[in-house]
């Protein structure tokens, strides 16, 4: 089955960039996503990008695919405490279903 | 906005009681899922349904049942809750297009078990 794999914490200052990553094992997705979770709520999808692109921007957020590694990355620029959230990327199987990673929690200290 | 509701928000009840949670959507989305949320923040798909009178297991097993009945609604059902059932439960749905994988959550049920 499809494997999703991020790192699991990160802190970083107000104002500083953020970049969080995640591998993935299925090649065939047609899109890959960020999904943002905050305190006491669901999933609210951030941004996604087609897999045949390498780069996706999107305001403050860019989207980095590389396909060869399998490697995904969210960048977010002038990170904001709005920003503290928990952050997954997805993959899917093919079959309108997705597969989450374990998720990432971003931290933004003011 | 995303209009998938979940209700209740917050649960916390006594092993052995028969609890339903409640999902519903008014989008027209013919899918829809239930996932699971463990403290480690790690989700797992427990059901989902690709339309009325469709129920399929997700990659977790789970004591829970559910039932599409209307298109609108996706009910998860536990008999007989456990502590072990304590979690956060979390509703999604998702339609046509072209981003018909895309997900939308309700708030989600934070289930505790005494």
């Known amino acids: 089955g499809e494997d999703v794999e991020q790192s699991l914490f990160l802190s970083v200052r107000e104002g500083d960039s953020s970049v969080i990553n995640c591998t993935y094992t299925?090649?065939?997705?047609?899109?890959l996503y960020w999904y943002k979770q905050e305190p006491g709520a669901g999933l609210q999808l951030l941004t996604y990008i087609f897999s045949n692109m390498d780069m996706k921007q999107d305001q403050r957020l860019t989207v980095l695919l590389n396909k060869k590694d399998k490697h995904l990355s969210l960048r977010i620029a002038d990170t904001q405490t709005g920003d503290s959230a928990i952050y997954f990327c997805a993959e899917s199987d093919g079959n309108n279903r997705l597969a989450f990673g374990k998720g990432n929690q971003v931290v933004v200290i003011p | 906005e995303a209009d998938i509701y979940q209700t209740p928000r917050y649960l916390v009840i006594g092993t052995g009681k028969k609890i339903t949670l409640e999902c519903s959507q008014t989008m027209g989305h013919d899918k829809m899922y239930w996932y699971q949320q463990d403290p480690g923040m790690e989700l797992h798909l427990i059901h989902y349904?690709?339309?009325?009178?469709?129920?399929e297991k997700g990659d977790l097993s789970s004591e829970s049942t559910v039932s599409r009945i209307r298109t609108e609604h996706f009910p998860l059902t536990l008999e007989s809750a456990r502590p072990s059932h304590t979690s956060q439960y979390l509703c999604?749905?998702?339609?046509?297009?072209?981003?018909?994988?895309?997900?939308?959550f309700g708030s989600g049920t934070q289930l505790s078990v005494l």
């Open positions: 299925d090649s065939s997705s047609t899109y």
């Open positions: 999604a749905s998702s339609g046509h297009g072209q981003l018909n994988e895309k997900l939308f």
């Open positions: 349904s690709y339309g009325v009178n469709s129920t």
